[in-house]
């Protein structure tokens, strides 16, 4: 009887999960070998047979109280076969013959033998128990040992001595009801308080009879295995029906939890789109003000907030868009594997939109640098300029001082013969001294236009100085005409003139002007930038200094003329009433600026030789930076091009690829030293103040773009190998089949740029086996190329043909996992959905359902298909 009953109980057994088949007698699998469970020693003991037969009884009874009925000894209530018949009717679902009512022992064989040929038309072998339940009672082992894993205190490795201390069976009714059940109050060593709780819980609320004692179980060195399996099996049963619920739960949590993580993505992706945008807003303007500056202090200060913003404010912008543009990647990546619609940001924060103002930024930051650079030229010339005018415009201020009132005198009215002579050949020798201030005139008043025309911040006040100087040159002038033209008139009445202080006057004007000019030029400031223009200066001067001993000559010669007239005097005692009526210019003025001369020449010797080591050492600083430049400059061109090979190259795994990538930008970052060590140059070449550098082509402007190219390519390549592998594992594309589509793709990107058009995808499909129309390449061409650009990426490739070879959760399976939860209703409660979900998915799915309005409806139903379409983009959610 009881071989019957074990061998029938295997129909009744369902599929669990991972496809284990439950219940007391299962399949039989060749590759496990049999295990001797009956202790035949058994056989023989009471205690043992008197188990059985409770624990058989109490299974029996489950299953019979369904009928109504129940047994009290199996030999006796099984003998005539009807409560037998009965019981395999409840097990089977199914109908068996009808059977016999009489009371006579052929009545009784004839019941017994439909039951058996029932249970034979069934495939159940009536054996001892045996091989055939090696694969049932290994499933129910894994089932147990899965459901108790949280449970550090239990460790389930059989059905016998593993159950001993109870807390097996606690741990199964807590993992699936733990409102019955206070796991953490269990003690292990209080094994009968344990099995009793469990079994009383059992029987009370999951409706399991009691089919064994705590003390037979805690008594027994090793409980029956039969008995235990049986107990064990049907708290399977029990909870079976929780399991779906469970695998229904977990689907929708799984697709919750991408719809939630996909939410996060797109908020994180505003956030830092706005933050962004808003720092180039912000910076544009200040970028774009072009305010000038009256002073180089206040120019070059702007120059180093604008280094600043170069070194500490930007560089961390540049990683902020690259990485923006690689979460944009990533999501809709992610978004195309989970069956979701691309993500569309919000007006104006597309990566488009964002690369736009980008562009603008850098236009802008580049026509700064430009005008700080030409501000400071500007200034540094209006500086000199304005230094010469005021140097110039002293000395002739010194020089007319006191010439109108003398112009304005009347001595030549009472003079004598020999003083008007005397008068007249002094004014000569003014006119002579007037026109070779001449030029000094028209070049102030020519510097005062230049100052004018570089809008000068003190333009007032040299226009004001300089026409002060026009006006008393004009007055001059007028005054010089009117003084000759009386004494040209007085002249007639006058004879005598003294030849040799004519002679002198004539001769130390221009003289004392030379010396006054060559003061001047030794002491004019000078502004070089070439080795080249420094040695023309100084060239210049060695021509100067050349000029000395003829200088030194006619001073002598001057000189011996002032001494001839004072020979002439005191020879011929000839009454001389002051000085040279015709010149101011005495010989101790003419020594005095000869001896200034000469102490000014050595200065200037020291001078050009201090500008000559300074440009040396901006020639030193130009070959240093050029040097480095014509490197860098090389190197960074032939990386962007190596990163371009390897992304169309198949050289091993995706991992593989994406491992080297990791390294080769390793490399790249670990060349950033050097750049930070030509942006050190470059800077001493800003302070040094050299604009230009013939010995590279290549300014630090290239280098920087140049180098933040690179890096937003290799990580945006290291990007796409990433997308790669998350559409290769989510769809299941083998190796050997990304490999196939990258050979396909790089067969027919003939362009080599990384992109098929039209023409060439159409190719690539017919080549892989794909007949079709204009239609259907249309509707293709919509999936791969959504923004109609005329290319395919090979992300794009990948994702179109991942799509055609693999399958992913549907809006209509999640739909039949909500029905699962809602008990086959067409809509859900609150109630159920807090019961059977996490709380925070759970509150998830109530704020964003909407009510239901069917027919069946009920008070705060709520409307999951929908809601289960929304998720995968066919309506609003």
């Not at 005054?479 to 003139?497: F, M, N, P």
Request: some cysteine; glycine content about 4%; overall charge negative.
């Amino acid at each position: 009887v009881l071989a019957i009953l074990a061998s029938t109980s295997s129909y009744q057994s369902g599929t669990g999960e991972n496809g284990y088949f439950f219940g007391t007698l299962g399949q039989t699998n060749d590759y496990m070998q049999p295990e001797e469970d009956w202790d035949r020693d058994l056989l023989l003991d009471p205690a043992w047979e008197k188990q059985q037969r409770k624990t058989f009884t109490a299974w029996c009874n489950s299953h019979l109280r369904k009928a109504g009925t129940q047994i009290e000894n199996i030999e006796e209530d099984f003998r005539d076969g009807l409560k037998l018949m009965l019981l395999l009717e409840v097990i089977s679902g199914e109908r068996l013959a009808k059977p016999e009512r009489g009371k006579m022992r052929v009545h009784k064989i004839s019941n017994v033998n439909k039951a058996l040929d029932f249970i034979a038309s069934k495939g159940v072998k009536l054996v001892s128990i045996g091989a055939e339940e090696t694969s049932a009672k290994e499933g129910l082992l894994l089932w147990c040992q899965r459901k108790t894993a949280p449970y550090k205190n239990v460790n389930i490795q059989n059905f016998h001595i593993s159950w001993k201390d109870g807390l097996g069976f606690c741990a199964l009714i807590h993992r699936h009801r733990p409102e019955l059940i206070d796991y953490g109050k269990l003690r292990k060593d209080d094994p009968l308080t344990n099995l009793n709780t469990a079994f009383d819980v059992a029987e009370k609320y999951l409706d399991i009879p009691k089919m064994l004692d705590a003390e037979d179980i805690v008594g027994t060195a090793r409980p029956d295995e039969k008995a235990i399996m049986t107990y064990v099996s049907s708290f399977y049963h029990a909870f079976s029906g929780a399991q779906k619920a469970e695998t229904a739960a977990n689907r929708i949590c799984k697709v919750l939890a991408v719809n939630q993580e996909n939410e996060q993505l797109m908020e994180d992706y505003e956030k830092l789109a706005s933050d962004l945008l808003e720092w180039i807003r912000r910076t544009i303007p200040w970028l774009e003000n072009r305010a000038p500056e009256n002073t180089m202090q206040a120019m070059q200060q702007k120059l180093e907030d604008f280094r600043d913003y170069r070194r500490l404010h930007k560089p961390p912008k540049v990683q902020e868009k690259c990485q923006l543009e690689i979460n944009f990647n990533t999501l809709q990546t992610k978004l195309r594997l989970s069956n979701r619609p691309a993500f569309m940001p919000s007006e104006g924060k597309m990566v488009s939109d964002i690369n736009n103002a980008w562009g603008g930024l850098e236009q802008a930051e580049k026509g700064y640098e430009e005008w700080l650079l030409n501000e400071i030229r500007r200034l540094e010339r209006l500086d000199h300029l304005a230094e010469k005018f005021r140097q110039k415009a002293s000395i002739h201020e010194s020089w007319t001082d006191g010439k109108e009132a003398m112009l304005q005198q009347k001595d030549y009215e009472t003079a004598t013969l020999s003083e008007i002579k005397a008068l007249l050949k002094k004014h000569e020798a003014f006119e002579s001294d007037l026109a070779a201030h001449q030029d000094r005139v028209e070049q102030i008043a020519a510097i005062a236009q230049e100052l004018n025309e570089l809008d000068y911040y003190d333009s007032p006040s040299v226009n004001a100085r300089c026409q002060k100087i026009c006006d008393q040159w004009d007055n001059l002038g007028a005054l010089t005409q009117k003084r000759r033209e009386a004494l040209e008139r007085t002249e007639k009445l006058l004879e005598t003139i003294d030849q040799l202080y004519l002679e002198y006057a004539k001769r130390a004007a221009p003289f004392n002007n030379w010396m006054e000019g060559a003061m001047e030029d030794l002491q004019d400031t000078f502004i070089v930038h070439t080795i080249e223009e420094i040695q023309g200066l100084t060239t210049a001067h060695e021509q100067f200094k050349a000029t000395l001993p003829d200088a030194d000559k006619e001073r002598q010669a001057i000189l011996g003329i002032h001494n001839e007239v004072s020979k002439i005097v005191q020879t011929y005692h000839v009454n001389m009433a002051g000085t040279n009526p015709y010149t101011t210019i005495t010989p101790h003025e003419i020594n005095g600026k000869w001896e200034h001369v000469r102490q000014l020449v050595p200065r200037r010797d020291q001078a050009l030789m201090e500008e000559h080591a300074r440009q040396q050492q901006n020639e030193r600083l130009r070959k240093q930076f050029g040097a480095q430049a014509n490197v860098i400059g090389p190197w960074i061109q032939t990386k962007m091009e190596e990163i371009g090979r390897i992304s169309i190259e198949m050289h091993g795994t995706l991992e593989d690829q994406l491992n080297h990538l990791r390294q080769y930008e390793k490399s790249i970052v670990n060349y950033k030293p050097k750049i930070d060590q030509l942006e050190g140059d470059h800077q001493q070449i800003q302070e040094a103040l050299i604009f230009d550098n013939k010995h590279t082509n290549y300014t630090m402007e290239h280098i920087r773009v140049g180098w933040e190219q690179l890096l937003t390519t290799i990580a945006r390549t290291i990007n796409e190998v990433e997308n790669q592998i998350l559409t290769r594992d989510a769809k299941g594309i083998s190796q050997e089949q990304m490999n196939e589509f990258r050979a396909s793709f790089n067969h027919f990107d003939r362009k080599k740029t990384g992109m098929m058009d039209c023409e060439d995808f159409r190719a690539c499909l017919i080549s892989m086996g794909y007949n079709m129309g204009e239609a259907e390449f249309a509707r293709i061409m919509s999936i791969v190329d959504p923004n109609r650009l005329g290319v395919v990426t090979f992300q794009a490739f990948i994702d179109f043909m991942s799509r055609e070879t693999a399958d992913t959760d549907t809006a209509d399976q999640v739909m039949a996992s909500f029905k699962i939860l809602a008990g086959d209703k067409n809509y859900i409660t609150v109630d159920e959905l807090r019961r059977e979900l996490p709380p925070d998915q759970a509150e998830y799915c109530i704020a964003r359902m909407a009510p239901y309005n069917g027919r069946d409806a009920v008070p705060g139903a709520l409307d999951y298909m929908s809601f289960s379409t929304a998720l995968y983009g066919e309506s609003d959610l």
